[in-house]
């Protein structure tokens, strides 16, 4: 089993920076694939970023490459986001996602944890 629970949201301009964590507790932490997923309203769930048991693979949606940054810390139990020079278009509700796999997959139907979502709201 795992539990995940996001925080670092918030309010913030066009050109910004945020860094989204992801906790994580249970003893597969290790052994699964973690993403991040955000969603707007009246839009359908997205792929935001995904990476690897180890940190060695990581893929990232066409929207956000060059200015974010998904890595993990398997000792500690969290995934990070780090966003940089955030635009409008970002404004969403994040998720961090989880499944037990070797592969890195972009389709949220094939996550299998979920947490509650943080808010993120850019403003221009």
């Known amino acids: 089993q795992v539990q995940l629970v996001e925080s670092g949201g918030g309010l913030v301009q066009v050109g910004d920076s945020l860094r989204l964590s992801c906790a994580a507790s249970g003893r597969t932490f290790n052994t699964h694939v973690m993403g991040w997923f955000r969603q707007a309203p009246g839009k359908e769930r997205e792929f935001v970023a995904a990476?690897?048991?180890?940190?060695?693979?990581?893929k990232y949606a066409d929207s956000v490459k060059d200015r974010f940054t998904i890595s993990r810390d398997n000792v500690k139990k969290t995934l990070i986001l780090q966003m940089n020079m955030l635009k409008p278009e970002d404004t969403a509700v994040y998720y961090c996602?989880?499944?037990?796999?070797?592969?890195?997959?972009?389709?949220?139907?094939?996550?299998?944890?979920w947490g509650q979502g943080t808010q993120v709201t850019v403003s221009s």
């Open positions: 996602a989880a499944r037990r796999s070797l592969t890195v997959v972009t389709t949220r139907s094939e996550y299998d944890y």
């Open positions: 990476i690897g048991w180890i940190g060695g693979s990581a």
